[in-house]
């Protein structure tokens, strides 16, 4: 398994209320630092405006390497800035969407500086909020349009689509695993896919492993976020400490089907530590693999294969020594 | 608008606590008399194993002449037996998955003989409950079979696939409206589309005006059930009871792209007048849309390309009169 | 710990789609045998109509001395006839309003005949379905009145009150923990008190373990329903198959506060073993406790008296042995 | 009816991921001068730190005297500076929890000195996000100390506590109308209530009017917040952008149990017209109050006692004009 964790999240964080932010705010050498000690991770996620820049690659690629980490994938910003408020690849001004095309470019060229393989692509103001404010079958065009062209502008970078249910706006456009990979087929682009934020998928309603087998069985599962929450709202909580048993499903269907990416946090740890909040996460998701790998996969592919939720209610019992 | 209702509606309804149900069971010629008596209903809906079989066909002719009612849909019953209880399409014994074959095919098979073009398909035990009970690979492949077969067997018979979060399994394979369209995409059959409940849709977290326009835009939204719920689960209420501008949004949508089909009310009146319930659902819908036209449609293509909340709130109160 | 499970859990269950049930009806004899076996069950809790009448008090008080089980509670039937489809204690019809009230004095004489201490009311009809159909105050009277008059009748029964924010009707009148305390401490009869069943408290949107503190800072946590489900909706799995990390914190809160009561299972395996399933939830909830008991229930105080959400995960994974 | 507006509502709105805010700030005399533009608005809300502070109270007096607008409530500010981050009345730093209490005082003080009757303590950071971080009888006792301190200092104003479920944290200690009524009632002072606001209300999974009736069935309905959202978030909408016939009832109640305070507006127009958004909430309110007198309180009067759903829908479409 390979872990990473985003940047920022080593950060100051804030809301809507408190928007200075709950706590300090580190240098960002600071927090490649801090992000370099947590064990076992051996990348960062970047977001653009926030962490990354077109005028600040060469620094971002000096700190990378100085703590030995791998950019795992960059964010670029679709709604950190005032012009995006509206929506970026969908907004109704035509010099928006072009800039929302632009920025991404910009950041696939700061991917390939850095050895970055993967765009994570969160359009997070592309959406709408009231009734008769999606203007559905246009957005649509838009949305496909502008990732289609970020997508053919290089080929060798991943472009993974991240959906979300709501925030900021009240519905996203890509809202679901099946829509957003409705959304990465209709491009056409082999090298457009879906990123499950595991909050996100909570919040959508979904198991998340059913939606990584989805995922997985059209080969577009690119990348994944981890949190937890409470079901409602993106809480974005230190992993395992809501769920349970969806995360060892989850696991258990990444291995199955031969996952290869990355397990990335992606959390806001507004009162905690960040590190420590991560460093739990990673320790966490390590500790129930391991189980799991004791247990043995293979009976949970027979348990599978049966169907009892009893049997596999006691199998999960004897898994986490619960005797 | 083509205004129709499910039978059933008329009658009793139980639910796990009072298995023996609210009300008394009229018998069904009474129930298609109260259909027909609806201003504006001229067809009906019709459950399997409830409503039909393959031995009552004929009394089901009779019936739907003698009431100038057309059948407009017919559910195979995949979920009112003890044989479907851990799933039909996908039950882990094949000899059910079978039976949810053939008795789907004997369905269409009366569906040609009363003049009807739309098998409404509900797999509701299709899904599972527990973490580790949803074997996600195999049952999709098991559920894209026996839909395939089915879609094979009569290219003249539509296949309109309900989808629905959950109820009576936690989690329904057929869960989302994209989920849903994929499957339909999948078998390759030009006669698979989907349904939506509107209900279902709420409790699925879906803007349901969105999800039409998505399915419309792919040609495949065969079928439509109207009634209303808070939110959270299938309440199956009065249409209107709830919820007012996701409807008028709905149903611009609905015109703007096209659609075609019936306006169908499928609700659960437990301790209501079923024909009451029934026949204040569509004169809400016939007086909401008339509201909409006196309004001017153009006028809200107008809003819709503008994206302007406050403006688009202040025309839903001029529409409606609220001055 | 004093387990004990509701009987009919051990029999069939059914629902609105399938009203004849998943599985076959074993007879009174033979659930209270099922009863028995589970290992650590001391008792059973009652329906009314399915389990128990005025007229079998002397069979059941058979089973359970062959069994030697204590009756632990006993629920009035309020909830699973016709007469009760709009209403018990709140029916706008005086004469079943009425019939609730003597229905449960009848109950609280069988309980006193069978050593039972507490009667657990849960009204599940009153409740109001729509919009302006909840006569909020004068239901609030009547269920005042009701209880009050059946509190005053034996003083020497507790009355646990049972809340549930929705099913049967969409709105419970005794919805949530604090509204249900009121309604207890508003009666002014020491021996009201509230039933916490776990899962009607996620489906609330409530912590459990914050319900019980506040239920047990006034001395109302009469009695205690245990099952699982996915916070939307009453889904009555078995313990632990969805939540862990609240289930801790609720045995913590109950030990630390003194609840010396029964921990009763009150679940609905549809389709599962229902002796299995009551049976995993019983191990599971033994095995969460030694777990916390090893690890020392005195460090949790000091976690507690902390407030660190990063060391509290990391405690629990210790626990837990997830290292 | 008696209209108000929190003043920064016509202000800058910001959110986690866009810090500086959708729009640009306007001056507090630009503000004002807006508030007092809409017709029928006769009063603000001020929160503190944002709008007041102990040392501008002369100038926000000539404000509202050149705006001829009432000071309607004060907020002090317990949720928007790093030192409440962890709590304010509850916070485990005594320091702070004695800060929490003396800015409440102060602005109690300034409250009098405005001729103001009512603070609305929505004391945002008093909660908690984790399992094992709510240390729950110490934070009420702590919760009930402060209010109980601030009541007593001044008992010519009244404190209303807004409850909401969650927040800035995942879980807060006013969650609910009943939760928080307990507090009111257990301080032992006449002089603390609670305000309803609607959107967290909703988000809780209330009826509207049925809290509204249980409060003032308690006379302790002190103030009411108006806006709209889907139910699982505070998205802090235009009223009737969403939910209409909940809104009905609860005017409906409000009038029949003589509510006599404000109705004041509170939303987050993060990309719309703060005047237009409020302005059209107004417009809204009044328009459906009308229909509903013109309709005949009375005739809703029959209905309630009746509780026909049908009939209770056929009425609010005559109502509405939906014929």
């Known amino acids: 398994m390979k872990f990473s964790v985003i940047l920022g999240n080593l950060g100051n964080t804030c809301d809507r209320f408190l928007s200075t932010g709950y706590k300090d705010q580190p240098s960002k050498a600071e927090m490649f630092r801090q992000a370099a000690s947590i064990q076992g991770v051996a990348g960062v996620e970047l977001v653009g405006t926030w962490d990354i820049t077109a005028g600040n690659v060469a620094e971002i690629k000096a700190l990378l390497e100085d703590n030995e980490l791998a950019c795992v994938a960059i964010f670029p910003d679709h709604f950190a800035q005032k012009r995006w408020g509206r929506g970026a690849f969908t907004s109704r001004e035509p010099g928006i969407r072009r800039e929302a095309v632009e920025t991404t470019k910009e950041m696939m060229d700061a991917a390939i500086e850095l050895g970055c393989a993967t765009l994570n692509l969160w359009p997070g103001q592309d959406g709408y909020d009231y009734c008769f404010q999606g203007n559905f079958d246009e957005a649509r065009d838009q949305l496909l349009d502008g990732i289609r062209e970020c997508a053919r502008y290089r080929p ?168």
Chains 1, 2, 3, 4 share one sequence.
Not at 178 to 204: K, Q, R, S, W, Y
Not at 257 to 268: F, H, I, P, R
């Open 156 to 323: 060798d970078i991943r472009l993974a689509l991240e959906y979300k249910p709501k925030e900021p706006r009240t519905h996203s456009y890509m809202a679901r695993a099946a829509d957003t990979l409705l959304v990465a087929l209709e491009t056409g682009c082999d090298n457009v896919g879906v990123t499950i934020d595991t909050g996100h998928a909570f919040a959508a309603g979904e198991n998340i492993a059913e939606s990584a087998a989805l995922l997985l069985r059209n080969k577009r599962l690119f990348h994944l976020h981890l949190n937890d929450n409470y079901r409602f709202w993106d809480d974005d909580m230190i992993v395992g400490s809501v769920h349970l048993p969806e995360y060892i499903e989850l696991f258990y269907w990444l291995r199955k089907k031969g996952y290869d990416g990355w397990y990335s946090m992606d959390q806001y740890p507004y009162r905690e530590d960040g590190r420590g909040a991560l460093n739990e996460s990673i320790r966490w998701i390590e500790a129930v693999c391991r189980k799991m790998d004791a247990f043995g996969p293979e009976r949970l592919d027979s348990l599978l294969a049966e169907g009892n939720a009893v049997r596999v209610c006691s199998a999960l019992r004897e898994m986490l020594g619960l005797v």
